[in-house]
């Protein structure tokens, strides 16, 4: 009795300071506990906990194995052995402790959907729904297991369901960012692009605000942005940019003349941080430095569109035909042409990315971004996507829109490093007037003769294309190809297959906001 008293006092501490976050200390006293009595199952369990967080799974497997076997019927230890498997990537075995789990209790309800997880991701899908469906039943209103089905019948092609299973989740939370992205990649595939333009402003407005079109500027009374709840972390080139971005608005009369003060403020910023910066490391601001722009950094200050185009966006009077077959018939996929876009649409597009403030993505490589999700959203990118598929029907006919994005660059630089898309057919093009450019040999594009391997994780090979590790596996596996550099021209379009390697060819450019490199890229159907 004695030992038993001792042994729940000590319990009801150590779990009191694991809650308290002094997880060391809890640590002691579990070791402490099975000194004592060396079949303490939740002791067992719960320096397991620690050990799955702390991602040393071996042992986390170890101590869960230790508890089952003093308590053998607990799924709780069943499912966090499960959990433990999965986050190793041992999914097989994941799976086959999460079945054991809802035999012991078939409703878990974070086994259901974990199981479901593991299901969807070895290819099972019916029995992935299955799980996930009974979930719901109980949940309704179970985000993470929405948006996995929504995923889940997006696979199996049931397009139409999945929108439904968004619209659930939006219903009940219209501001679920999540949802709101899963359901534009739907309508883009479906090509309701209206609905995708509309779909992706609600998403806009929700992360950026709805913009500063007819205000005041009025520092002290602007609410701060969400995104600055953490240090601000920038780039030069992003304050540089944003502070010419307000001085056209200003000139064009699109911002009031009270916006100037904003521009001060950020020129005030880029002098400050000027002698502290490299240029693939960003800048931590310190409270006093982050203070005076916070009303309106990374802040919608300028939300528009394109106009109605008359007539087609893209030039008519290109041989598609011909085009078409040189991609075809090319050994390597891959061509290039000019006067793309008819003179109206290019003014329309360059006009877009110099008044709408977009670029808010910044990259260790010094350029800015922004995405279909993140603000380039305009009509007259939704018309081009469309006639492009008209047009190269061979090519693009049966394939769904993926992605769409625009970078913009400073004067000069190397800009994206080898890479490939995770599309079927790429189409870029670029919008800033040659006369921007110094170097009209270089500035474009460098397309390599080699794809990448189907078995490289896509996701690390691309995201993490600036990491030492990640960047001497491209080099080492690029070396000896050969290369076709595409120089840079106003209004000249490259298609190629996506997942060829593929970088900026250096460039240099004028100084001004009106001479900034900027490059369009549409994506079409699944990587292959």
Not at 95 to 118: D, E, I
Request: proline share 5%; aromatic share 10%; hydrophobic share 35%.
């Amino acid at each position: 009795m004695k030992n038993s008293s001792s042994v729940d006092e000590l319990f009801k501490k150590a779990t009191e300071m694991d809650k308290a976050g002094k997880s060391i200390e809890a640590a002691r006293l579990y070791q402490k506990i099975l000194g004592i009595e060396p079949t303490h199952a939740y002791s067992h369990y719960l320096l397991g906990i620690q050990a799955l967080r702390r991602a040393n799974y071996n042992q986390a497997i170890q101590l869960f194995q230790k508890a089952i076997t003093h308590q053998p019927d607990e799924a709780t230890f069943h499912y966090f052995m499960g959990q433990t498997y999965q986050a190793q990537g041992n999914l097989e075995q994941a799976l086959l402790t999460y079945r054991h789990v809802l035999k012991l209790a078939p409703h878990h309800k974070a086994t259901l959907y974990r199981s479901g997880t593991v299901l969807r991701s070895l290819g099972q899908l019916e029995e992935a729904e299955s799980n996930l469906r009974i979930l719901l039943n109980y949940m309704p209103n179970h985000v993470d297991a929405r948006l996995t089905l929504g995923k889940l019948l997006v696979e199996q092609g049931n397009h139409e369901e999945a929108l439904v299973n968004y619209n659930q989740l939006l219903k009940n939370d219209p501001n679920l960012v999540s949802a709101l992205m899963r359901k534009g990649e739907i309508l883009l595939a479906r090509n309701r692009f209206d609905e995708a333009q509309k779909n992706y402003r609600e998403l806009f407005t929700l992360q950026r605000g709805h913009g500063m079109n007819d205000a005041l500027f009025e520092n002290n009374t602007l609410p701060p942005s969400d995104t600055n709840k953490q240090p601000i972390q920038v780039f030069p080139f992003y304050i540089e940019n944003l502070s010419e971005h307000i001085n056209h608005l200003v000139e064009n009369h699109k911002l009031d003349q009270s916006f100037t003060q904003a521009s001060k403020l950020l020129e005030t910023l880029l002098d400050d941080i000027s002698d502290t910066t490299t240029s693939n490391k960003p800048i931590t601001l310190s409270p006093d430095q982050a203070a005076p722009i916070l009303s309106f950094y990374d802040r919608a200050l300028y939300i528009t569109d394109t106009p109605n185009i008359d007539g087609p966006a893209i030039n008519t009077s290109l041989n598609y035909r011909r085009i078409e077959d040189t991609y075809l018939e090319s050994e390597i996929p891959m061509v290039y042409f000019d006067e793309f876009l008819t003179p109206e649409t290019l003014k329309a597009i360059y006009e877009y990315c110099l008044d709408a403030t977009i670029f808010h993505r910044q990259s260790h490589n010094g350029f800015l971004s922004s995405y279909v999700y993140e603000g380039f959203n305009c009509e007259a990118l939704y018309r081009i996507a469309a006639e492009l598929r008209q047009r190269f029907p061979r090519i693009l006919g049966t394939k769904e829109l993926r992605n769409m994005w625009v970078y913009r660059q400073p004067s000069a630089g190397n800009g994206v490093r080898p890479h490939s898309d995770q599309s079927a057919v790429t189409v870029n093009f670029w919008v800033t007037p040659d006369s921007a450019n110094l170097d009209p040999e270089h500035g474009g594009l460098i397309v390599y003769d080699r794809e990448q391997p189907m078995d490289w994780d896509w996701y690390k090979t691309n995201q993490f294309k600036d990491s030492p590790e990640v960047l001497n596996k491209i080099d080492s596996f690029l070396q000896g190809a050969n290369t076709t550099t595409i120089p840079y021209r106003e209004n000249r379009a490259i298609m190629f297959h996506s997942n060829l390697f593929h970088a900026s060819d250096c460039f240099t450019f004028k100084n001004g906001y009106h001479n900034r490199r900027m490059n369009i890229t549409i994506l079409f159907g699944n990587r292959s």
